[in-house]
């Protein structure tokens, strides 16, 4: 998936932060921030720089740096900057400086506590591994200065109510010709999981358990609508235009998609453009569009102070998050491309992660934090398939074991177990985090200890609720690694107790 490419153009984007990032909302953000002149921030999963430029709007002598692994994305910014971009979208304030880089957000090219700010727009809530991402931005900023992030308050991106270029259309011609080109760009476009990373409400929580200091939070409330009569004459035809370019760039897409071709005659494509172009001048040259179309949501900005040692979580989580990138990478060299999918699973910060390939059956995997389950899922991946032994067999020897004792566990050793002292299931805050909140969602649990076996903690989870009980088992050389698997895979089993 290729995000300026499948849905989220940068005229998409700049319409939207019209409305999300309004100059209302920009004061609100901006006094939680502090932004002072001579501050350097780094704005992380920056995309087309839009949220960077809106808050310089309204600062002075502030650097800002933005990094995105999109290079398109990227290569857009970086025009805008010096002027190649102009209408519709806004100049950027020439009082600030701006610099975007292609980057990886899970592994920083910046020195521990180089930004007096950390600043992210909707990144972590569509970033699978957000717990390395959240650690790396704590890493990068300086003592006392400030990580923040907003998400969307829901889990529907879009919101309530919706604006579209084609709110109406009054023929039958016209409606059918939209329903093709509908059919075409699901074709052309990849399906975008805009929600695949942090649970929008479990932000302040992770910012808490990252180490993060004074977490405090802001409630960004968005409307806009064609119709409303306080919305100038300015908002709406940059609005309007904004969303015609965001067409036409799809459309340029589409008429070189094989797919979409088969869908769609070269009159057929000319007949939508002068479609959208007629729809743009109707909307810009009505006095007051009566239609009513309108579009609401609202996001969550969060902050945190970064303290003045760092947290022991960073250096963990991307260290953890390097070794299942490295994992993956083996099995691309093994010839085999491997689609991840992250699914995050409550209470506490659990996740599914699936590992599949052409050819082989997926493997699913519960695990405590992403990089954990990754790791987890490419060794059952190693011990599925014999064809991955040898570029995996140094990765994947633990796991063997692991497999093994609780295989040996789980046919042969039904209990009754005595319960681990809660000293011991709650010695680490993250975990103590995670059943707190199940407590608080209605589910009891509670951890047994089954042992010892070949210098591995033996450990089960049972989970019980009014309308439901599972039981899983977990084995690991380390006891809270052991506690915190066994406690992620009862969130996602199938056991019945």
Known sequence: MIWSVDGQT???????????????????????????????????????????FRLGSATQCVEFVGLEYDA????????????????????????????????NGLDLPFDDGSFD???????????????CALAEMCRVCKPGGTVSSITSLTDDFYGTGTISLFSKLFDPESAGLLQLVGKAKAAAFKDMDLMSGMPPRKAPVAFDWIGLENVRCAPLAHYACLSDAETSDDFRRRYVDLLYEH????????????????????????????????????????????????YGNASLLV?????????????????????????LGLLSEADLEIDVQMEQLGPGRCVKATLASEGIEPVTVCGFDPPRALMEACGKLEMREASLFEALQSLAEPERRFLQAENYLDER?????????????????DMWEAVSEAAMSG???EFKDAGTAGGLFLVICEASSAVSATRA????????????RAFARSVGADLAL
């Not at 398109?72 to 102009?86: K, L, M």
């Not at 303290?307 to 260290?319: G, I, V, Y």
Request: glycine share 6%; proline share 7%.
């Open 443 to 445: 589910t009891a649990i």
């Open 303 to 327: 902050c945190g102070t970064r303290p003045n040692n760092p947290d022991p979580r960073w250096a963990a989580m991307r260290d953890a998050s390097r070794e299942a990138r490295e994992a």
């Open 72 to 103: 398109a994305f990227v290569d857009f910014a970086n025009r805008r900057v010096v002027g190649e971009i102009c209408y519709p979208f806004e100049k950027p304030n020439p009082a600030n400086t701006y610099r975007f880089m292609c980057g």
């Open 473 to 484: 088992i977990a084995a690991h050389p380390n006891q809270q690694e052991a506690i915190r």
């Open 10 to 52: 940068p005229e998409f984007l700049a319409a939207t932060r019209m409305v999300s990032l309004g100059d209302a909302i920009v004061k609100t953000i901006l006094g939680k921030l502090e932004l002072q002149p001579g501050m350097r921030v780094l704005d992380v999963g920056c995309g087309s720089g839009e949220y960077a």
């Open 413 to 429: 050793s039904k209990g009754p177990f005595p319960k681990l002292p809660d000293a011991t299931a709650f010695e680490s805050e």
């Open 247 to 294: 067409e036409l760039s799809q459309l340029a897409h589409l008429t070189t998609n094989p797919h979409a071709c088969t869908l769609l005659t070269s009159d057929q494509f000319d007949a939508y453009e002068k479609l959208m172009e007629w729809r743009r001048d109707e909307l810009k040259s009505t006095t007051r569009d009566r239609e009513w179309n309108w």
């Open 117 to 131: 700010a950390v600043i992210s727009h909707t990144y972590l809530t569509a970033l699978p591994d957000w717990a």
